[in-house]
Nanobody
Framework: QVQLVESGGGLVQAGGSLRLSCAAS????????MGWYRQAPGKQREMVAT???????TYAESVKGRSTISRDNGMNTVYLQMSSLKPEDTAVYYC????????????????WGQGTQVTVSS
């Protein structure tokens, strides 16, 4: 069993910054891609940023230049540093781990965290 636990959300003023963290726990052998997604009220979940185990990052156009994703493979942790926040960044942010390999088990898995609320006030 793999669990993802997010932290770092909260209320921030427009123009401010915050850092989200997500730690994966369990008998993890490796994780291929870790990423952040968000879902605003009444909208579909969308990709914010992803990063491979080799450090290749991908960003949504809406956050490019304002966000940096990073990960610590040894700690199975992914971070999202966001700056110049806008009210439209308000959403529940979800951590995702894809291509998770667990010790002693064949195959790989995809799993989601519970989400952390980010609210940007104008």
């Amino acid at each position: 069993q793999v669990q993802l636990v997010e932290s770092g959300g909260g209320l921030v003023q427009a123009g401010g910054s915050l850092r989200l963290s997500c730690a994966a726990s369990g008998s993890i052998f490796s994780i291929n891609v870790m990423g952040w997604y968000r879902q605003a009220p009444g909208k579909q979940r969308e990709m914010v940023a992803t990063i491979t185990s080799f450090g290749r990052a991908t960003y949504a156009e809406s956050v490019k230049g304002r966000s940096t994703i990073s990960r610590d493979n040894g700690m199975n942790t992914v971070y999202l540093q966001m700056s110049s926040l806008k009210p439209e960044d308000t959403a529940v942010y979800y951590c995702n781990a894809d291509g998770v390999r667990i010790r002693g088990y064949a195959g790989d898995y995809n799993t989601w965290g519970q989400g952390t609320q980010v609210t940007v006030s104008s």
